[in-house]
């Protein structure tokens, strides 16, 4: 059977933006039911809030803790319409601009308050240019 | 989000069942295809795997234990089903239900 497995080729895939940038995983995706039509895709759902809900009760917990220790407003998911999808291939193409989206803003927030503060982060001594990837990869989501 | 959308991951594992009640087995894989529209294309799911596992139905709640059985495949039953979209009644997405007879599906033994 061919066409496109959502679950094993979709289902947290990296995503990147218009700018090549890595913007998170595809947590969770949307299907639209629709009588006498078949299923479809509807839309891409990224953010912590989605992801914890996969893990489990606890995660939920933490990952609430943490956006209320960041003061971050809203539940930080964002929902990309799947017409927005531009290709799929090892990554998913989206036509968004990352910077743009809610659930980028706590992954920001902990690059900017804590993993920059992390010695050798800001490329202190040894390592630097490793130190400064490891930065941008948590500022990646 | 509106009351006919439904997120993937709360299809994915749902128990189908026959006409009769009885359990066909859980959803573990949906298809999809472009469908090419005004403006753009849809991704349309158009078959769902259902896969089957025999006596060990009622351990393979979680994905682990789904990725364990189906490992295990010939030993514990396990068979999956390729099902057409419009077989399957979604009018209650808690309880997916078949709405042909079960010996009507295409069982594939391998996973």
Not at chain 2, 6 to 28: A, K
Request: glycine residues 12%; neutral net charge; proline residues 4%.
């Amino acid at each position: 059977m061919g066409g496109l497995r959502l679950v094993h080729e979709v289902l947290d895939s990296q995503l990147v933006d218009r700018r090549k940038e890595k913007i998170g995983r595809v947590d969770a995706l949307v299907l639209e039911l629709r009588d006498g039509e078949p299923p479809c895709v509807a839309a891409i759902l990224v953010g912590g809030a989605v992801r914890a809900e996969r893990v489990g009760r606890w995660m939920v917990w933490l990952n609430r803790a943490l956006r209320s220790l960041a003061r971050a407003r809203g539940d930080g998911v964002s929902r990309i319409s799947f017409d927005a999808v531009r290709r799929i291939a090892d990554t998913i193409e989206v036509d968004v601009d990352g910077e743009s989206l809610p659930s980028g803003r706590l992954e920001r927030w902990l690059a900017e308050k804590v993993v920059c503060r992390i010695p050798g982060a800001r490329g202190e001594g040894k390592g630097h240019e490793q130190g400064q990837q490891q930065g941008e990869h948590v500022g990646d989501g | 989000m509106s009351a006919r959308e439904i997120r993937l991951g709360d299809l994915t594992g749902r128990v189908v069942r026959d006409p009769d009640g009885r359990s066909v087995g859980r959803i573990e894989e949906l298809c999809a295809e472009i469908a090419p529209r005004e403006g753009g294309n849809d991704y349309e799911v158009v078959v769902f795997h259902v896969g089957a596992y025999g006596a060990f139905e009622a351990l393979a709640g979680g994905r682990f234990a789904q990725h364990a059985l189906k490992r295990a495949g010939k030993l514990v039953g396990y068979q999956r089903y390729e099902v057409p979209w419009d077989w399957l009644d979604f009018s209650d997405p808690e309880h997916p239900r078949l709405t042909r007879r079960r010996s009507e599906l295409t069982s594939r033994t391998s996973s």
